[in-house]
């Protein structure tokens, strides 16, 4: 068995306490061996000595087998995170303070249900948000996707340790389902243990914040729904809403995303929407007016355009022609009959 470290995330030195909220909340549905476990985890948390999971065993007579299996227990209950190594061996346990959102779930927000489902591997009990429960070969697959390869290796260095698969489920939450791009992770992970969130759990809480946040903007719903879009953007998408409601107003805007809608398919509306408006930008288009200006400008030019065609082509044939004729009336036929013996 390797040997295990023991961490908090906030601790007070030679006091042991149980918490209100876990006598509360926790004790009536935990077992004799969960119990222990997350006692002897509280007790030991000042010793700073390293144990391994025979030490747990070995104090209250279970096996092994019994401390696993009550550790990943408290692990669900996001009351700890477990930490592994390259050969999955458990290195680390870190206690979690509790707090009120263990407790008292927030009520799902009717704009963020996402509809019953049959799938098993979907879980939408935590606040509204779809939250995906990643299988094995979920993260076989994401392995190949050079996006999730970097997030994971961002959240890594800023952690300084190898993830749990507790830590690697929030994080995969995270990048699908919350749709956050390595640069966004990476500025999230930067602002969380810069505000001394240096947990995962704590860090997912951020993320669905800022989440929420975006799709309860009006501004940014109502270019969403321009773009014929449910839901909040990306933090990517949200850089190109960002970006576009800092120079026009938001009535240009949401012409030029339902200009968009119309053009082309959901998954390439924002970057032609966003073509719309550098090609606005080069005009010197500022104002709804301009606009209408210009569509007018557009509409004259492809009614105009057959018929300078047509006369374009038309001059062209002549041309042609009177080429032809030029040089079919410039030989002596008479001569050429002469030189070939035909007369």
Request: a negative charge; hydrophobic letters at 35%; charged letters at 30%.
């Amino acid at each position: 068995m390797s040997i295990i470290k023991l961490y908090a995330e906030d601790y007070d030195p030679g006091v042991t306490l149980i918490s209100n909220a876990f006598i509360d909340y926790f004790l009536k549905d935990a077992n004799d061996a969960q119990l222990k476990v997350y006692l002897y985890l509280v007790r030991h948390i000042s010793n700073h000595k390293p144990f391994d999971i025979s030490n747990i065993a070995d104090e209250y007579n279970h096996t092994e087998t019994d401390v696993i299996r009550s550790l990943k227990y408290w692990e669900q209950k996001q009351l700890i995170s477990l930490e592994y190594d390259a050969r999955n061996n458990l290195t680390g346990i870190e206690l979690h303070t509790i707090d009120e959102d263990m407790i008292n779930p927030r009520e799902p927000i009717h704009m963020f249900a996402v509809p019953s489902s049959d799938k098993e591997n979907e879980n939408t009990d935590n606040a509204g948000f779809k939250e995906t429960k990643f299988s094995a070969s979920d993260f076989v697959e994401l392995s190949k996707d050079s996006d999730w390869v970097s997030v994971r290796s961002i959240a890594e260095c800023y952690l300084s340790r190898t993830l749990s698969a507790n830590d690697l489920q929030i994080l995969a939450h995270i990048y699908k389902d919350l749709e956050f791009q390595p640069c966004d992770v990476d500025r999230l992970m930067e602002k969380c243990l810069t505000d001394g969130k240096k947990t995962m759990r704590l860090i997912k809480k951020a993320a669905e914040e800022e989440y929420t946040a975006n799709i309860t903007n009006p501004a940014i719903n109502a270019v969403m729904n321009a773009l014929g879009r449910n839901g909040a953007p990306s933090p990517a998408e949200l850089s190109y809403i960002d970006k576009w409601l800092s120079v026009m107003s938001l009535e240009m805007v949401l012409e030029g995303c339902r200009k968009a809608s119309l053009a082309v398919s959901a998954s390439q509306r924002f970057k032609y929407a966003n073509g719309i408006f550098q090609n606005w930008e080069t005009k010197g288009i500022k104002t709804i007016e301009d606009i209408a200006k210009d569509d007018e400008n557009h509409r004259q030019s492809k009614e105009t355009a057959p018929k300078k065609q047509a006369a374009a082509c038309k001059a062209s044939t002549s041309s042609t022609y009177k080429k032809v004729t030029q040089y079919e009336t410039d030989y002596d036929f008479e001569e050429l009959e002469r030189q070939y013996g035909l007369r």
